[in-house]
Each structure stands twice: as C-alpha cells, then as structure tokens.
C-alpha cells in the first residue's frame, strides 16, 4: 500500500486516515474510510461484495445494504463516477490516480507496529498438543472465534485468519511474525487433553519484544458445555480484552503527547474507567478524551457516540448538572454518530443508550435493536435494551435481558456499572435479597464506584439493618465526597433519599 493516493481534487493519507479536498480536510466515517482504502489498494481488479463486507465488517454479520449506504457516502464526496458498480460482482475504483504519487510504506517492524494508525493484532494458530484430530478441528475454529470476537473490539485491527494461519507448522518467533505482518500484538496459544478435560493455554505478547504481557489457562470437560468451542473463545475473550486495553494504553503513554491520535484519545477514555472505575473524574477525564478525539476527527463516529452515552450517564447519575444545553450538546453528538457510521453496532449501541437515557425512549429503542441486528453479542446494546424495557414497566423482562448481557461479557469493564443499575431495577420490583447481592457483586467488581455503596445501604435500611446502612452509605460518602442527598434520589429514587437523610451524618476529615 502506498503512503499516500492522489486523485481528482482528493489526496487520501491512509497511515493518518484522512482524506484531503482541495488540501483540506473532509469528514468522512470510519468505515466508509475502511471502504476506499480497501477500493484503492484493489484498484486494478473488481472487488466483490462479500470481500468488501469482511474488510470493512470484520467478524461481523451485516446485511448487504450496509454496504450499498457506505457506497452512497463515499459518491456523495468524492462525485457520482468515483465508483463503478459491477452488477452481480461488486465495485471497483474508477478514477485514475496522479502519477508518481504516494511512495511504498516503510516496511520494517517499528514502523508499522508503531504508527499512528490503530493497532494491529495477529492470532496464530493454536499448537495442538495431541494426536486427537477432533481436538486439531476444534482449535482451528476456536482461532478463528477470537479472530471474529477480536475484531469486535473497537479500536484494533485483525490481520485475516488466511495471513496468520500461514504460519502454521513454522518454528518462528514472535518478533519474525510481527516484521512480516507488520503487528503490535500476536495472540497464541495450545490445546491438549488431560483425561476428559481440554486444556487451552493463551498468551498475549507484544510483538516488537516478544515480550508476554498476560497468560490464561482454561479447562472445560468435553462433555460439560452445550458449545464448547464457543464457550473457550468466550472464556478467553473475557480474559484477552481488558489486558489488551490495558496494553495500548502503556503503549500510548510512553509516545510524545503530540504524536497521539484520535483513537489513542479514545483507547485512554476508555482505559480511564477500565482502570479507575466509575468515579467522577474518571468520567470526566473520559468525556475529555472522547472531546479531544473527535477535535482530532471529526468523522470519528464511535468518539461521538461514546461521548454522547457518558454525558447522558452522567447527568442522570448526578455527576454532571441536568443542563438542557449539555442534554442537547449529547443529543447531537448521539445522532452525528449515526449519520457517520450507522453500520457499527458499537456506534448504534452507545447512541441508542444515549438516546434513551435523554428521554427519547423510542427511537433509542428501535437503534439497539438495530445494533443488534448488526451484532447479537454486543452486550452493552442487550443491557442498554433491557434497562429501557425496565424504565417503561417490563421489569422482568427488561432485568432477564440485562442479565443475559452481563453473562456474555462476565469480564466486561462496565459491568460494575450494569450491576448497580439491574440492582436499582430489582430493588424497585421489590426483590430486595437479589438486589443486595448485585449491589455487594457491584462494589466488589468496582471498589471505586460509590453507587452500589448507596445501593446497599438503600436496602440494608429497608430491610431493617439500619447500622449496616449507615456503615454503606459513609462508605459511598468516602468515595465520593461530593455525593449530595439530591444526587441519592435522583439515582434511587425519593423514598431512598427521604429514608437515608436519616442516617446522613456529618463525614470526618
């Protein structure tokens, strides 16, 4: 791929992710951009649908007018000729390129595994370590699961399983695998029988050092599960991805402030709540990273969604003002998300909790629905949609959804979060022993998170343990010495607040 294409009026800078007209900058969505490089670097052949679709779709299942939409955005900036359609084969770039523009990019490890575009990760094939041949299936269709769940992952590139699976059977270190693929982290990984039990060993390395930055071991019995192969690659996801959110974020801090772009904006937002849970100035410093991405990039679509759910969460959770102009600066940011990437089901997931957490219940409804017709795992979108069917009276219902959405990511960042707000849910159906549990299940998983704290002691008071209520809501209060009792009953409601006002005690120094 060249370092950069030059045609008509436009100039495309593919390490950078811009697009120039007239030497200016233009907005355009993430994966419309995925789409005209993938155009450019097949310019000289027809490009089918379906190849379109796993480039700018990785791992995912959309419907093919995803891709007509992004077609359509793409004609509408760079002019109604730039793409042919080939009827019953696909599309090919139609314009001709400015001669001797753009030069091979550098082709050494540190350059590609360090620049500025997102990083980039290599799953080799799983070493299998036995004779069993069905155990040989099932590790190649476990690679290729966590390929699929990878790829999910916002903010990192997968090399093709056809790339990494050409290593098979070669003795070659970490360090080789990156220079040819050109990666910043390799995922690997055995499997082997013990008796009746698989045993699967995975590691993340990063790929410049060979250096391991996390391992995981998992045993399932072969009878156990109803899907074992699904069943590991979820097990190890769980594991795999806040250690990879954890690793790109190290990798950012040791560059130069000025040398980081917009998804390394965004990695540190979400990395702030991973690492320091849900308090108020990890969510502030979010909400600033998320602002300071899309200065950077405009056409970030996830940046405006994910900007736009945190400021909704947090004025209704009271730790930003419920101001009508931060309300409309949300709403805004929730609907430029849509129009720039309406095919991600993490976009559509982060707008339609924002929509519905800024009153416009129905169409937040029906734009979960949509992120999850794009994608059926994505837990945060099931959570989102059962929290909805909670506030609109269909408590049980909308409480066995959230429940299935923490259970497919039981290792999720936010499901502190997800915790207390099913355990508010319960406590207003009256199911008060299930409520403490996910208040308690709450704090544990985000010590930092005050929330959960008021939980407990909301029903530790209603069930008549007014000393442990008090010891709960100091708690809360040492965590969050802001916390008011108007922001009590907002968050739980004025019963909760009118009750524990009478355990509210001056705090010590």
Not at 341 to 367: F, P, T
Request: aromatic share 6%.
């Amino acid at each position: 791929m060249q370092d950069r294409f030059q045609f008509d009026r436009f100039e495309v800078r593919p390490t950078e992710r811009l697009l120039l007209v007239d030497g200016q900058p233009a907005e355009l969505g993430a994966r419309a951009f995925d789409l005209l490089l993938c155009l450019l670097s097949y310019r000289d052949r027809v490009v089918s649908k379906s190849e379109l679709l796993d480039v700018v779709w990785p791992g995912l299942v959309v419907e093919e007018n995803n891709l007509s939409v992004q077609v359509s955005a793409l004609r509408k900036v760079l002019g109604s000729q730039s793409i042919a359609t080939i009827p019953g084969r696909g599309y090919r770039f139609a314009l001709d390129l400015t001669p001797g523009a753009g030069s091979p990019l550098r082709d050494d490890i540190a350059s590609k595994a360090n620049d500025g575009a997102r990083p980039t990760i290599a799953v080799l094939p799983f070493s299998v370590l036995t004779d069993n041949p069905q155990v040989g299936f099932l590790a190649d269709g476990l690679v290729e699961d966590v390929i699929a769940l990878l790829a999910r992952v916002p903010g990192f590139l997968l090399i093709s399983r056809a790339s990494s699976f050409a290593f098979r059977g070669h003795a070659v270190t970490v360090t080789e695998v990156a220079r040819q693929l050109g990666v910043r982290f390799v995922v690997e990984g055995s499997v082997r029988l013990v008796g009746e039990t698989l045993r699967v060993s995975t590691q993340l390395s990063e790929a410049l050092t060979g250096h391991v930055l996390w391992s995981g071991r998992f045993d399932r019995r072969r009878d156990a599960a109803v899907d074992l192969q699904e069943d590991i690659a979820r097990g190890i996801m769980s594991e795999l991805e806040p250690e990879l959110t954890r690793a790109e974020i190290a990798h950012i801090r040791r560059q130069r402030p000025e040398n980081q772009d917009a998804w390394a904006h965004y990695h540190q937002a979400v990395g702030s709540l991973a690492l320091q849970g849900w308090s108020r100035d990890a969510m502030a410093e979010a909400r600033h990273r998320l602002q300071t991405s899309v200065a950077l990039d405009p056409a970030f679509g996830l940046g405006h969604a994910h900007y736009a759910l945190l400021t909704a969460l947090s004025m209704n959770i009271g730790a930003l003002p419920n101001d009508p102009t931060l309300a409309q600066e949300a709403l805004d940011a929730a609907r430029r998300a849509m129009a720039l990437d309406d095919g991600s089901s993490e976009v559509m997931g982060y707008a339609g909790c924002a929509l519905c957490d800024l009153g416009h219940h129905d169409q937040g409804v029906e734009v979960l629905q949509r992120a999850l017709a794009i994608d059926p795992s994505n837990a945060q979108a099931h959570v989102a949609l059962g929290a909805s069917l909670v506030l609109t009276g269909q408590i049980e219902a909308g409480i066995t959804q959230m429940r299935y959405g923490m259970k497919i990511s039981p290792r999720d960042r936010r499901i502190g979060f997800w915790g207390w707000a099913m355990g508010t849910f319960l406590l207003m159906a009256g199911h008060l022993d299930e409520a403490l549990v996910e208040a308690r299940v709450s704090s544990r998983r985000d010590p930092q998170f005050p929330l959960p704290r008021v939980l407990e002691a909301a029903i530790l008071d209603r069930q008549g343990h007014a000393a442990e209520a008090r010891a709960a809501l100091a708690w809360a209060r040492r965590l969050s010495p802001a916390l008011t009792l108007e922001e009590v009953s907002q968050t739980h409601g004025r019963h909760a607040g009118k009750c524990l006002a009478l355990l509210w005690e001056p705090v010590g120094p």
